[in-house]
């Protein structure tokens, strides 16, 4: 028996088949077992990360993580402080507040400008809101309202 | 416009990674019974060999975006696929008592049209073949994995010595010289049956 023999001998192996209807509903279980994936992986993923969380905090020394953890909460405490408006309630209340102490027409236009800047939270700026919260003499003079109409606001440009 | 049965490998790749994922089942529809061949021969187990059929597709089909196009789609799959069977058969050897000799399959069913064609219709030629098959699979399944497979993809599948240096991730040199041993240990198998 030489080379060729043996090679002719293997090319029947590929006569060796699990007869066609194996493959009939091939397709069919190819998708459901895509989709099974597709399911499987979120959890594994989410529990994979928690694991390797987990694992690395347990190598963190204890006063490291005790550091840690009392300057992030000083910080998340200082972030809410930070971002608290003055006063409570919305920034419609906010405004109103502002609005004591104005003559009656200006406070027609202020109130316009602040609807009109509300209406379309793209137009809303946020130092324009800070600082409409400051004493009344700053306020006293509003420059951009002009008569009945609102004038648009430049972002460059604060009260 | 082109039917999907017409279109190159290539062009199918193309329009999945464009978005037309349908077009990959075109790709699992051409390859399906050529990877069985390949994956069944070296683990001669069906329900292996169904499971990493499923994995090699999957696998293929979320590799798509960063295949480079250095090699075929076919080289490409191949390789997939001869990974995944030769990680599974790592794994039989480690886990020796999970696995037994009794579940590998010597003897598959050989195509009808054959048997037909080749006139081997009467149940005493046909009892040769089959014993035939049964000791060619005994002395395939004695061959190491590597191999097991340049012998499944040259001599079975027909692929050239550089398609499976590619695949195999080896020389050209390395997969003749596996080949020719490979051949060597088969003959000796098979004399004693054969004289």
Known sequence: MNQKNISDLLKLKKLESPGPEYFEHFLEEFHRYQRAEILAQPSERLWAFWLRWFDWLSSVPRSVALCGATVASFAIAGVILISQPHGSGSSFAQGDRVLEGFSPKRHQVINAAVNYAYADPSRQQPELQRKVSVSEHDLSSPRYATGETVAPYETSLTF | ?195
């Open chain 2, 1 to 195: 416009m082109k039917s999907a049965e017409t279109c190159s490998d290539e062009e199918l790749m193309a329009s999945v990674l464009a978005g037309d994922i349908a077009a990959f089942d075109h790709l699992v529809l051409r390859y399906k019974e050529r990877l069985y061949g390949v994956i069944y021969n070296m683990t001669s187990n069906h329900e292996d060999t169904n499971d990493l059929l499923m994995e090699s597709f999957d696998k293929a089909f979320r590799s798509l975006p960063s295949f480079k196009g250095q090699a075929s789609f076919y080289t490409w799959i191949y390789r997939i696929a001869m990974n995944r069977a030769l990680n599974l058969l790592q794994k039989r050897k480690k886990n020796k008592n999970d696995f037994s000799l009794n579940d590998i399959q010597l003897e598959d069913a050989i195509q009808k049209e054959f048997l037909d064609a080749s006139s081997l219709v009467d149940p005493e030629r046909q009892t040769e073949l089959k014993e035939l098959q049964i000791k060619l699979n005994e002395s395939l399944q004695k061959l190491s994995d590597e191999h097991r497979a340049v012998v499944i993809l040259y001599d079975i599948e027909g692929l050239s010595h550089g398609d499976i240096g590619r695949i195999m991730n080896c020389s050209e040199g390395t997969v003749r010289s596996r080949l020719h041993y490979a051949h060597k240990q088969l003959q000796k198998g098979l004399a004693s049956y054969l004289k």
